[in-house]
């Protein structure tokens, strides 16, 4: 089944209570969404559920993400196509066999690690938000490595690389993206 927002909300849910799992599956599929409106305009619903179910699985199995992603969506009858595109967020970092290939992945890769770290500096901003957060607020906070700890800078070096983007690209549009959001 390729599952609806609604429908994938709910999935989602059955295994995510934490608000700040929640946060992250909206941020990043209305940063799927956003892409999807310039290079799959047809399909932003499916972009956006993509980036819901990505991490379907941390908040239960962090240590064996993408792995248990992978069973969980099957045990919700999701179409195979959404699994390969969900999980490939994980390439390179836990063992998962899909390899970001399409357009849709190559983002879902780059963006993923991203939008925690635009996140992060947006709530030491006075407004709390993406809406007035510059490139170069990012970027002075992306050298800091101890700064979001958490967010591996290689993974989004090597994202912006597969599209063909220079980080800081990747980082504005990735903003713009994010300033899209409601209530983000």
């Known amino acids: 089944m390729i599952p609806n927002m609604e429908q994938a909300q709910v999935i989602f849910e059955k295994y995510n209570k934490e608000p700040f799992h929640l946060r992250h599956a909206r941020v990043v599929s209305g940063v799927m969404r956003y892409f999807a409106g310039e290079y799959d305009p047809n399909n932003t619903e499916y972009w956006a559920v993509v980036g819901l179910l990505h991490d379907i699985d941390f908040e239960l199995y962090p240590h064996e993400h993408c792995i248990r992603g992978e069973v969980l969506l099957r045990e919700n009858d999701v179409d195979e196509s959404i699994i390969r595109a969900a999980m490939s967020h994980g390439w390179g970092l836990v063992p998962t066999p899909y390899e970001p290939t399409h357009i849709m992945e190559k983002i879902l890769f780059a963006t993923d690690e991203l939008t925690g770290l635009i996140g992060a500096v947006a709530v030491m901003r006075p407004s709390k938000s993406v809406l007035d957060l510059e490139l170069r607020s990012v970027k002075k906070k992306f050298k800091d490595k101890k700064f979001a700890a958490g967010c591996s800078r290689d993974v989004i070096i090597s994202g912006a690389e597969a599209l063909g983007w220079s980080p800081e690209e990747l ?14």
């Open 171 to 184: 980082i504005e549009r990735t903003i713009l993206a994010m300033r899209t959001i409601p209530g983000e």
